[in-house]
């Protein structure tokens, strides 16, 4: 939990703006952009806290998939923060987009929560 917690904080350092969806752009490639963009993010700010941490996107299952060494008990405050950062960047999603946070110390997913 203590990760999780050091984790949002040092993201939430790190939010300085973000991009929206204008008109005449595909709201699901803008949906995609956002994902990696939400992915750069979390790599960039959580490795300080987690000693292995991959993010990556499945545009078709419309997820922003986290694989990190955290407990079980801390993946959904994880997953809550990164959804919060997204949130606080402006980084749009269409409907259906979500967080899943999975453990490298259990290999399976822990959390899952909304963009």
């Known amino acids: 939990m203590k990760r999780a917690l050091l984790v949002g904080a040092f993201l939430s350092a790190l939010v300085v703006g973000g991009a929206r969806a204008e008109d005449g752009?595909?709201?699901a490639d803008e949906s995609r952009k956002n994902a990696i963009d939400l992915c750069k993010v979390v790599e960039d700010g959580a490795r300080v806290a987690f000693s292995e941490l991959y993010c990556h996107v499945k545009g078709f299952n419309h997820a922003v998939m986290v694989l990190a060494s955290v407990q079980p008990s801390s993946a959904?405050?994880?997953c809550e923060n990164i959804a919060k950062t997204a949130h606080k960047k402006a980084l749009t999603f269409?409907?259906?987009w979500m967080v899943l946070v999975g453990s490298t110390i259990t290999n399976r997913s822990e959390a899952t929560c909304k963009l």
């Open 25 to 27: 752009v595909d709201t």
């Open 76 to 78: 959904p405050d994880l």
């Open 94 to 96: 269409d409907p259906g």
